[in-house]
């Protein structure tokens, strides 16, 4: 019995540590978008570095129609996304160019959908 409990143990662990190193995603920064259109700068400061970003919107609903990524060394990266965000979803994964990078800002142009007049939320979610 007590054999039974530590193979389930084993397995619940293994299957915990797996999970995280696979979704290892850590929080970069937010903004939040007024009512109507929208042209923010999100600022991303530290030391770490990045493969890929995501986007999630939560609070309510928001048309991303453009995304610009700019890197420590200068270049930038001009994200297509013209997408129709409902709250709670995700954007795709994004790669970014030339393996792990340093992140300087997010540029995002956007505008709230529908007849609410709140606001809604984009957060930055990076991975290694």
Do not use: C
């Not at 042209?39 to 986007?55: F, H, P, T």
């Not at 048309?63 to 995700?90: C, P, Q, S, T």
């Amino acid at each position: 019995m007590k054999r039974n409990y530590f193979i389930a143990l084993v397995l619940v662990l293994l299957s915990l540590s797996s999970f995280t190193l696979i979704e290892n995603w850590r929080f970069i920064g937010d903004k939040w978008a007024a009512f109507g259109h929208d042209r923010d700068v999100l600022r991303v400061g530290g030391n770490d570095a990045y493969r890929q970003i995501k986007i999630r919107v939560t609070d309510g609903p928001l048309r991303i129609d453009d995304m610009d990524v700019y890197f420590e060394n200068g270049e930038k990266m001009n994200v297509v996304l013209k997408h129709a965000f409902r709250a709670g979803k995700e954007s795709r994964v994004i790669d970014l160019p030339g393996g792990v990078r340093r992140l300087d800002r997010i540029e995002f142009l956007y505008s709230t959908i529908g007849r609410a007049h709140g606001r809604a939320r984009v957060a930055v979610w990076g991975r290694r």
